[in-house]
């Protein structure tokens, strides 16, 4: 399966992301063909977390955030984890990275607490999204709708809530970058 041959997607993450939330769609996009990389605010591997307080594997990474070209990838994913999200919004690059990706009309692929990046970096304003259900108010107070569903895809902006999601979000995911003729 290699649907996606050719397409480049960049993950962007921090110490303790939420552990599937990167490593399936990162798995799963690379079985159909895509050319995956992730990227950390320092270069350096980073922690994994199940379910924010059980550290599990160390990621390595491939390059850091100020290393990423948003013009030569395709799309670019943001993985939850309470902790990550948090110490991500708060990222110069990170936001820079998902302004640059939006204006260029490039999927964002965003799961769990990583809509705050969104907030942060002012895209939620006027968007349908979906998230962690902690992040409700967050979003509609950052003029968002936020709904409860599995997925929600609005223009280029794809959002998840939670891992059980992952085979949706990735599916999403995939059918945004696979050209209409495959």
């Known amino acids: 399966m290699s649907h ?6 960049a993950i962007i993450a921090t110490d303790f992301f939420e552990e599937p939330e990167l490593l399936v769609p ?6 159909a063909g895509a050319e995956v990389r992730v990227y950390s605010a320092s270069g350096e ?12 594997q160390k990621v390595e990474v491939d390059g850091s955030l100020a290393d990423l070209d948003v013009t030569a990838v395709d799309a ?15 990222e110069e690059e990170a936001q820079r990275i998902v302004r640059e990706a939006d204006g260029a009309g490039k999927p964002i692929a965003v799961i769990c607490h ?9 895209l939620a304003k006027g968007r349908r999204l979906t998230s962690w259900p902690s992040l409700e108010q967050d979003l509609r107070n950052a003029g968002a709708e936020w709904v ?5 895809v609005d223009g280029n902006l794809i959002t998840s809530r939670k891992p059980d999601d992952l085979p949706a979000f990735v599916s999403a995911i995939e059918e945004k970058l696979t050209p209409a003729h495959v």
Do not use: M, Y
């Not at 996606?4 to 997607?9: F, P, Q, V």
């Not at 990162?26 to 079985?31: M, P, Q, V």
């Open 4 to 9: 996606l041959s050719g397409t480049k997607i």
């Open 26 to 31: 990162r798995d799963r996009l690379r079985e």
């Open 45 to 56: 591997a980073i922690q994994a977390v199940q379910g924010d307080t059980d550290k599990s």
């Open 76 to 90: 670019v994913v943001v993985p939850g984890g309470t902790v990550n999200a948090d110490h991500l919004r708060l």
């Open 114 to 122: 990583g809509p705050w990046l969104l907030v942060n970096a002012g």
């Open 148 to 152: 409860d569903e599995e997925v929600v």
